[in-house]
């Protein structure tokens, strides 16, 4: 197909590392720098894999945009009540679909684009007020 497809697929599977690192680790200590270094990781060695050199840049921008991204969805999930092990499930769910749609061609270029806008937008809405018991109160 030539090189833009190839640069594709790695940012495309440097976004799906972001994501499902981010999964697992964003709720860590230092869970924020492990995701990236790990996702970063993963895009070097995927842009090697698939078009050496050139695709190692798409591979780490990737990576970036997708840990970057998925962590401030993890840190707003965790602020409203969801537990480590179930967003670390459904993101590495996620994480997958993202990786195998990377392999149509321009999605990874759409999924790199497109992840720090939902990011942004899940950001902008602030946690559900739930009034529990304090509504019984009057």
Do not use: C
Not at 75 to 97: D, E, H, K, N, P
Not at 101 to 115: F, K, Q, S, T
């Amino acid at each position: 197909m030539g090189e833009w497809y190839e640069i594709g697929v790695t940012v495309g599977i440097g976004v799906a590392a972001g994501v499902a690192f981010a999964g697992v680790l964003a709720g860590l200590r230092f869970g924020f720098a492990s995701t990236v270094l790990g996702a970063v990781v993963v895009g070097v060695v995927a842009g090697m894999l698939i078009n050496g050199w050139i695709g190692v840049g798409g591979g780490v921008v990737g990576a970036v945009i997708g840990s970057v991204s998925a962590a401030s969805i993890v840190r707003g999930a965790s602020r409203r009540g969801a537990t480590v092990s179930g967003t670390a499930l459904l993101l590495i769910g996620a994480a997958i679909v993202v990786g195998l749609l990377a392999l149509i061609p321009v999605v990874g270029y759409v999924e790199a684009l497109l992840m720090p806008l939902i990011a942004a937008r899940r950001a902008r809405q602030g946690p559900d007020k739930y009034a529990g018991l304090r509504s019984l109160a009057k």
